[in-house]
T-cell receptor, first 114, second 116 residues
Framework: DAMVIQNPRYQVTQFGKPVTLSCSQTLNHNVMYWYQQKSSQAPKLLFHYYDKDFNNEADTPDNFQSRRPNTSFCFLDIRSPGLGDAAMYLC?????????????FGDGTRLSIL | AQKITQTQPGMFVQEKEAVTLDCTYDTSDPSYGLFWYKQPSSGEMIFLIYQGSYDQQNATEGRYSLNFQKARKSANLVISASQLGDSAMYFCAMREGSTGFQKLVFGTGTRLLVSP
């Protein structure tokens, strides 16, 4: 029962070529998150949506954008990927933003930049 | 100051033995949640167990239990009867809750290797 689904699992793009990663959920959760995880590091929150309300982290580069057209789907757009953007990108959801709510993650998309 | 500290970069355990992964945290917020996640080499992040700051009892989920010592600000994960499939990176994480949205803060992780 896949509940948070990320596509594709692996994405290769060229330096500077826009790329979109997708995430869908069957949990009907209100909150969706995007994390970036580089090798041997902890995940780093990029932004999250609380319903339709977009919340950007202060240190997220402008190169990263997100869209949430409906409750089930959320997209991560990287407008001009650089070599430093090669990483695992993890999507997560939670029922709400309460401190007690666990976040449920997808399998991730591993992004490579040529 | 680090909010979540995992002092063990790597741990080794033999199959069927128990292992404890250490986690200490730092907060002055009375309301917080502590989480453990498992990340195999394939990359997915799997939620294991949760402990709330007001919970009186230690959380348990199958072979996982959380040794919560509030006064010492520690939340160690205990895995009983280790299996080969437990080999993975384990992250401790915390979320504080009294003032608006607080993001989930992760420790640096502990890599567990279970040997036959």
């Amino acid at each position: 029962d896949a509940m948070v689904i990320q596509n594709p699992r692996y994405q290769v793009t060229q330096f500077g070529k826009p790329v979109t990663l997708s995430c869908s959920q069957t949990l009907n959760h209100n909150v969706m998150y995007w994390y970036q995880q580089k090798s041997s590091q902890a995940p780093k929150l990029l932004f999250h949506y609380y319903d339709k309300d977009f919340n950007n982290e202060a240190d997220t580069p402008d190169n990263f954008q997100s869209r949430r057209p409906n409750t089930s789907f959320c997209f991560l757009d990287i407008r001009s990927p650089g070599l430093g953007d090669a990483a695992m990108y993890l999507c997560a959801t939670s029922r709400d933003r309460g401190v007690h709510q666990p976040q449920h993650f997808g399998d991730g998309t591993r992004l490579s930049i040529l | 100051a680090q909010k979540i500290t995992q002092t063990q970069p790597g741990m080794f355990v033999q199959e069927k033995e128990a292992v404890t992964l250490d986690c200490t945290y730092d907060t002055s917020d009375p309301s917080y949640g502590l989480f453990w996640y498992k990340q195999p080499s394939s990359g997915e992040m799997i939620f294991l167990i949760y402990q709330g700051s007001y919970d009186q009892q230690n959380a348990t989920e199958g072979r996982y239990s959380l040794n919560f010592q509030k006064a010492r600000k520690s939340a160690n994960l205990v895995i009983s009867a280790s299996q080969l499939g437990d080999s993975a990176m384990y992250f401790c994480a915390m979320r504080e809750g009294s003032t608006g949205f607080q993001k989930l803060v992760f420790g640096t992780g502990t890599r567990l290797l279970v040997s036959p």
